[in-house]
């Protein structure tokens, strides 16, 4: 598959769609090489679901995870988590709320585990290209 730029997958729960149009929007502003995608859960979580978002991690470099106040308690978020490593891709958390650590995803190494300083993730995505 020929990609022009390299692709990260991104997990959240619905409640932080903040964080990722955040996210989106200052890599954009930075002109980061990095293209980002998610498959927000608009219809069931099942195998349908499942076969699409496998196939859109497939497609990327990566997963980042945007870990917010439960994170931790989405059943989708640790499947993409655990479907990430089963690619074995490249993967990393953001504590989305600044002063806040909140509770890791089941599946996310906490060496893993970064604050919201976009030249840290710009660093870290850095290596993706």
């Keep these: 598959m020929n990609m022009e730029r390299p692709r990260a997958f991104i997990s959240f729960r619905m409640e932080d769609h903040w964080a990722r149009d955040f996210l989106k929007e200052r890599a954009r502003n930075a002109q980061n090489q990095v293209e980002f995608i998610d498959y927000s859960i608009q219809d069931p979580f099942d195998s349908s679901w499942k076969k699409q978002c496998k196939r859109r991690i497939s ?42 650590t909140h509770p890791i995803p089941n599946g996310l190494p906490p060496e893993s585990v ?11 995505l850095s290596t993706w290209v």
């Design 59 to 100: 497609e990327t470099k990566g997963t980042i995870v945007l870990i917010g106040a439960t994170t931790y308690q989405s059943e989708p978020v640790e499947w993409e988590i655990r479907e990430t490593l089963e690619q074995g891709h490249q993967l990393f958390g953001i504590q989305v709320n600044d002063g806040e």
């Design 114 to 124: 970064i604050r919201w300083d976009f030249t840290q993730i710009s660093s870290w």
